[in-house]
């Protein structure tokens, strides 16, 4: 364990944030980004057969892909200069399985509104992933919790302070590696001018006497209320003596645009391709022509191909609607997209067990957006959701709470570590 907090800041019971090294990462992304489109930008000016053509649109994407990184790069530089470098005061240090993980953060804002403040505790696993040269870190969350801070007032602005009660069956934190987990406290701030934003890694450890926090302040869950008619990921509607959870079109957003935008560059790329191919096969005398028949033709269709996929999968995944209802100790399922779809009824007696799991999220590590999903399982082997798209575990266990009610069965959260390890294992290179 020494070894693992042999970190200055942990030492000195404190956690730093590492966004100092993200902005460096970051501008350091621009300056590639720009050094690699200004001379795609200046061949596209000067060369006028190629405009109008596959490589003129994919010179676009690419310059607004770059314009996307300047603007995040702005946004981090503009949070920076506002709130600086932070440390948060850990409340016990370190934090342990089975007991507390928490402690204090001054922010230099006067805003006391504690709606305004968010602090998530997740639990990531990191795995480097390889296949012959290709290495690829992956961080997924494995479990997370969200509060409401406590917000007091602070010579400087507010101290924010908050406690979490942590499971004792999660690994703690472990040295970097190929394959080792990480604890992250995030902490969000939405408040005049620019928000804030910060991941701050904490040590959690396995101890025989669990530590708690000297002045905890166990936060509540964020206000997630689902009555009533409004527009959002869920809702929930009580009609004619039955309950009815409706999770309209388009709650993934975000996964949803994602696969879209990925399908049209992989599109794009085959069009390119083709654009390619078409010139030289057409051309007499054609240098390339059977290296460009026998090679680049499967290529365009691979690419191709899983472009379409892609794009089908985000239209897919933001267009379809789930409706679910509990009536008369009865379940409908009904999956639609565009109102066409199917539905499937069985009785409540039917149910085996109701699981609930993080089967998604967008982006990387502890400031990942997390996405769950609920479903059924039935006593003749076969299941039905019950929920998806859920984003974050304020709300995932809100639905789950509504849940439970209805059926009278209790919503167990599944463990994500074996399907990570399995995957690990997967991708490391059997030893010669």
């Avoid at 956690?15 to 980004?33: D, H, K, M, N, P």
């Avoid at 400087?156 to 934190?173: A, E, I, K, N, Y």
């Avoid at 897919?316 to 199917?342: C, W």
């Amino acid at each position: 364990m020494q070894d693992l907090l042999d970190r200055k800041d942990w030492r000195r019971g404190r956690a730093r944030s590492r966004a100092a090294a993200e902005l460096a990462g970051i501008w350091f992304a621009v300056t590639i980004w720009t050094a690699l489109s200004v001379p795609m930008v200046w061949k596209l000016t000067t060369e006028p057969q190629l405009r109008g053509t596959p490589w003129a649109w994919l010179i676009g994407l690419f310059v607004f892909v770059g314009v996307w990184i300047l603007f995040q790069a702005l946004r981090q530089s503009g949070e920076w200069l506002r709130f600086g470098r932070m440390e948060i005061e850990l409340d016990p240090s370190p934090g342990s399985l089975g007991g507390h993980v928490g402690g204090s953060l001054r922010v230099g804002v006067r805003h006391r509104d504690p709606e305004a403040y968010r602090v998530t505790l997740a639990c990531v696993r990191s795995t480097l992933r390889s296949s012959g040269e290709n290495r690829s870190r992956r961080e997924a969350v494995v479990w997370s919790s969200e509060i409401v801070p406590s917000v007091e007032r602070s010579s400087r602005g507010v101290r924010l302070r908050f406690t979490f009660q942590v499971p004792d069956d999660l690994p703690p934190s472990e040295p970097r590696s190929e394959d080792y987990t990480y604890w992250s406290i995030r902490v969000v701030a939405r408040v005049p001018g620019l928000d804030l934003d910060r991941a701050f890694e904490v040590p959690v450890v396995a101890a025989d006497k669990p530590a708690l926090a000297s002045t905890p302040a166990f936060g509540d869950p964020p206000s997630a209320s689902l009555e009533g008619p409004r527009a959002g990921p869920v809702r929930v509607e009580r009609r004619d003596g039955a309950t009815v959870l409706k999770y309209p079109a388009g709650r993934e957003r975000g996964i949803s645009t994602g696969l879209f935008i990925a399908g049209l560059v992989f599109v794009g790329f085959a069009g390119g391709g083709g654009w390619f191919l078409a010139q030289e096969l057409l051309s007499p005398g054609g240098t390339f022509a059977w290296i460009a028949g026998l090679v680049g033709v499967p290529m365009v269709v691979l690419f191709g191909s899983v472009g379409l996929l892609f794009a089908l999968l985000g239209l897919y995944n933001g267009l379809n609607a789930l409706e679910v209802t509990f009536s008369d100790g009865q379940l409908e399922v009904r999956r639609s997209v565009l109102g066409i779809g199917v539905g499937r009824s069985v009785p409540f007696d039917q149910v085996e067990g109701i699981e609930m799991k993080i089967n998604g999220q967008l982006g990387q590590g502890s400031k990942a957006a997390v996405f769950y999903g609920i479903r059924a399982h039935l006593r003749n082997g076969s299941s039905m959701p019950m929920g998806d798209g859920l984003r974050g575990p304020t709300l995932a266990e809100e639905v789950a709470g509504v849940i439970s009610d209805e059926v009278g069965i209790p919503v167990r959260l599944v463990d994500r570590r074996r399907k990570l390890r399995k995957r690990a294992r997967s991708s490391t290179p059997d030893p010669e």
